[in-house]
């Protein structure tokens, strides 16, 4: 364990690299062989990504570790592998959906929308942010459902995402209608500064310290 703990905190030279596979793949320590996978992705090797991208472990850090590696080692993981990834491992799910944005293939919007009713607000709200990059109908359909999330930074990324979709303009009426369910200032400072981007219209501001002017923030919007 200290070995890897070592190797990992450096680039582990060729030499080392049969040995800290031997880790990974039959080591009983747990934490062993998650620290060997950790330096493994630093050998810059992408013959390690291949050999790495073989394995599967049963303890969720160690995969996650596993799934990391093979990403930075520039490997490409089919995506049958990352929906057994996500259905497998409730723990790996945000890094998964974190590992989407920018990949194109059948069925990654599909589990991009559905992990925005995930149980884990780290997984919602990386769905979230991923949906900012989507340009799928249905991706506005999910911000609009988690503009109600029980996780306060889920609705405001929710914001931040609509207001970045070119069919953002679409989501005005439930934006508005989010207005009334507003927890806080910030929410609501942020709902009316996207409100006044996406629709042009200006609306006089809310004042912090002044809860009448939000109200009539609200009811002008």
């Known amino acids: 364990r200290f070995a890897a703990i070592g190797l990992r905190n450096v680039s582990p030279v060729p030499s080392h690299h049969a040995r800290l596979l031997t880790t990974v793949r039959s080591d009983p320590d747990r934490l062993a062989r998650r620290f060997a996978v950790q330096a493994l992705a630093l050998s810059q090797d992408p013959q390690i990504g291949v050999e790495l991208a073989a394995l599967r472990d049963e303890a969720p850090e160690v995969q996650r570790e596993l799934f990391l590696a093979v990403a930075r080692l520039g490997v490409p993981v089919p995506m049958e592998r990352i929906r057994a990834l996500y259905a497998e491992f409730?723990?790996?799910?945000?890094t998964v959906v974190e590992s989407l944005g920018a990949r194109s293939e059948a069925g990654v919007e599909d589990l991009i929308e559905?992990?925005?009713?995930?149980?884990s607000p780290g997984t919602r709200l990386a769905a979230a942010?991923?949906?900012?990059?989507?340009?799928?109908?249905?991706g506005l359909d999910?911000?609009?459902?988690?503009?109600?999330?029980i996780d306060p930074s889920v609705r405001l990324e929710a914001i931040d995402?609509?207001?970045?979709?070119?069919d953002g303009p679409q989501a005005v009426p439930a934006l508005v209608g989010a207005l009334e369910d507003h927890r806080g200032w910030g929410e609501l400072r942020r709902l009316h500064g996207a409100l006044g981007t996406l629709t042009g219209y200006s609306v006089p501001d809310p004042v912090q310290s002044q809860q009448l002017t939000w109200a009539r923030a609200i009811e002008a919007w």
Do not use: E, M, N
């Open 161 to 166: 995402a609509i207001l970045a979709r070119p």
């Open 114 to 119: 559905a992990a925005i009713r995930d149980p």
């Open 142 to 149: 999910a911000l609009r459902y988690a503009l109600g999330d």
């Open 129 to 138: 942010t991923a949906l900012a990059k989507r340009r799928r109908a249905s």
């Open 90 to 94: 409730p723990t790996l799910r945000q």
